[in-house]
């Protein structure tokens, strides 16, 4: 019994350690050293894991066509799992004022492909509006709070929110 809870905190350490920092705007200066680690971890697994990863939190490579190129952009990102074919995207910036390039790429397009946990599907795209997105919104607050602080950081500047359906 004592051993059970002692293994389910181990576990959730990470995770919780790391939404108690994502509250915290000072973690904004570390973004280049987290995307640089981010993107390394990634070459060096084929994909499979990164940094986020390590602290049992989903992260996904997207994949998704440039919406003035057509050549094909990857990048590491945090989902909110909803579901079991089912992933939000929010397109925070790190709380920066300007959406990030690749949420104008995704809102361009209808498909795309992710890669997570050693696994590559193809999802379906639809950027998130209204009421529809006011709920997911909801949700996403719910497990990573840390959207709540840079949405703040962002000032009025709206994330773009998309859901990713498996197909």
Known sequence: MAADRIRRYLADLLPNLG????????VMRA???VTLLERMMRRLSGGRRGVLDLARL????????GRRTGIARTVSLLYVPDGLDRHL???SNWGRPEHPSWSANLAATEDAEIHSGGR???????LL???????AWERVIDYWP????EQRLAGSRTFRLFELVEI
């Open 146 to 149: 840390g959207y709540a602080m």
């Open 58 to 65: 989903p992260s996904m490579e997207l994949t998704v066509p």
């Open 120 to 126: 590559r599907s193809k999802v379906r795209v639809r």
């Open 129 to 135: 509006q209204g009421d529809e997105r006011d709920r």
């Open 89 to 91: 995207l929010v397109g």
């Open 31 to 33: 973004v280049p050293v």
């Open 19 to 26: 939404r108690a920092l994502a509250r915290q705007p000072w």
